[in-house]
């Protein structure tokens, strides 16, 4: 069964008529090909899917895209200004060296901006229990907790 | 997934109505009902979208309670400057549930149907002694939680808000399972108007009262008063991640832990 969907996604609108069962990751991914939310794990647990919903950092494969109806989505995509300036939590995330592969990049990189929201100057402590959500297998975590801190850094800028 | 169809009501009456035609089951935030769907554990074949009807958000004080709207996220609660002043016990709560994204999507009401054996809200629903308010009535917390995943809600019954007394002190203590996160053991200890109340999730197949918890704290309320309990192992969990026996010494300890944190 179908359900209607209007909903803005990178600050431009979208309509389209979903299958209820669509969740709001395959939505991004197959129908606007906006492939940057990643799919690591598929059941809630990793995070690589992470989006921002109305300024909150959510699970995309934990959602039906009928849950964004009317809702501001943002995805990795929609961090760059036009000219192709990164987001300070892009650029340091590169500068910090806080990634390897890459795969946990984009979803670390949403939530980090959802954490430096609600806590502008995050220690250490706050910026590892905010991410708690967040798995990366690659980079044991160091130098992405030093990367948030950076960007937020930068952010206040 | 398999396929569904999905409802959007507008109001908690047009929300009852589509349950009543279609048979189906609220969407709250989704965060346990999508993924059991996904694994299908759950099948409704109607869900009705609960997340337009604006009357089922907020949080306000009433008098000495602190109303909380069925669809306020896990989120707005921990933030919740009316929540943190009243019972900051129930904000801490709140803000251990899941992760950042689960606690940005999922909502009390979502939780307390869901009624999951390790969830942490039950605990403080019945360790405040609220009560939770629906369509169609009042039902205290004592006979709100019936067993693994069974509550006293009727089929198509939504709940509408929460209603929580402001105790006299009250904390949450939560041993939590190194990999899920979620309760291996999770104690919340208040003193109400109603005298020590004890509530422990994830321990057995639901939220239930630790008789002789209140018991000593109500006589004493300190930390080694908690720990001098033997609790009982007695239908209690037993699973690779501990036996009854395990899961009950931590009741105390978690118990004392609690105590102390409500100072
Ligand atoms: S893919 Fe969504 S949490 Fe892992
Ligand atoms: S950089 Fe590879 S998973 Fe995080």
Do not use: W
Request: proline residues 4%.
């Amino acid at each position: 069964m179908s359900v209607q969907l209007s909903l803005t996604v990178n600050g431009k609108p979208v309509s389209a008529t979903v299958d209820a069962r669509t969740l709001l990751v395959d939505f991004l991914r197959n129908e606007l090909a906006l492939t940057g939310t990643h799919v690591g794990c598929d059941t809630g647990q990793c995070g690589a899917c992470t989006v921002s919903l109305d300024g909150r950092a959510v699970k995309a494969c934990n959602l039906l895209a009928a849950q964004a109806n009317g809702a501001k989505v943002v995805t990795i995509e929609g961090l760059a200004a036009a000219d192709g300036t990164l987001h300070p939590m892009q650029a340091a995330f590169k500068e910090c060296h806080g990634l390897q592969c890459g795969f946990c990049t984009p979803g670390m990189v949403l939530s980090a901006i959802d954490l430096v929201a609600r806590h502008p100057q995050p220690d250490e402590k706050t910026i590892r229990a905010e991410l708690e959500g967040n798995l990366c297998r690659c980079t044991g975590y160091q130098n992405i907790v030093k990367a948030v801190a950076h960007g937020a850094a930068a952010m206040a800028k | 997934m398999y396929s569904f169809e999905l409802k959007r009501a507008d109001s908690v009456a047009s929300a009852a109505a589509l349950l009543g035609e279609t048979g189906g089951k609220p969407l709250a935030g989704g965060q346990s009902l999508v993924a059991a769907m996904k694994l299908r554990l759950a099948q409704p074949g109607t869900l009705v979208d609960l997340s337009g009807i604006a009357e089922l958000r907020g949080i306000r004080k009433e008098g000495d309670h602190v109303v909380i709207g069925a669809m306020t996220r896990h989120a707005e609660v921990a933030a919740s400057k009316d929540v943190r002043a009243a019972i900051p016990a129930l904000a801490a709560l709140a803000e251990g549930i899941g992760d950042r994204q689960i606690r940005n999507m999922g909502t009390i009401g979502g939780a307390l149907a869901n009624n999951d054996p390790a969830a942490d809200y039950p605990a403080a629903v019945l360790g405040l002694g609220a009560s939770v308010n629906t369509n169609k009535r009042k039902i205290a917390a004592d006979d709100f939680f019936r067993g693994m995943y069974e509550t006293a809600l009727a089929d198509g019954e939504i709940i509408t808000s929460v209603s929580f007394p402001v105790p006299k002190k009250a904390a949450y203590a939560k041993f939590a399972q190194p990999a899920s996160r979620f309760a291996l053991v999770g104690v919340f200890v208040a003193q109400t108007g109603g005298g020590v109340r004890v509530a422990v999730t994830g321990a057995a197949s639901a939220v239930f009262r630790c008789k002789p918890l209140e018991e000593a704290l109500a006589k004493n309320f300190t930390a080694d008063a908690a720990t001098m309990v033997k609790v009982s192992p007695d239908g209690l969990n037993r699973d690779l991640h501990g036996s009854p026996e395990y899961r009950a010494h931590l009741v105390s300890v978690m118990a004392a832990r609690a105590v102390v944190a409500a100072g």
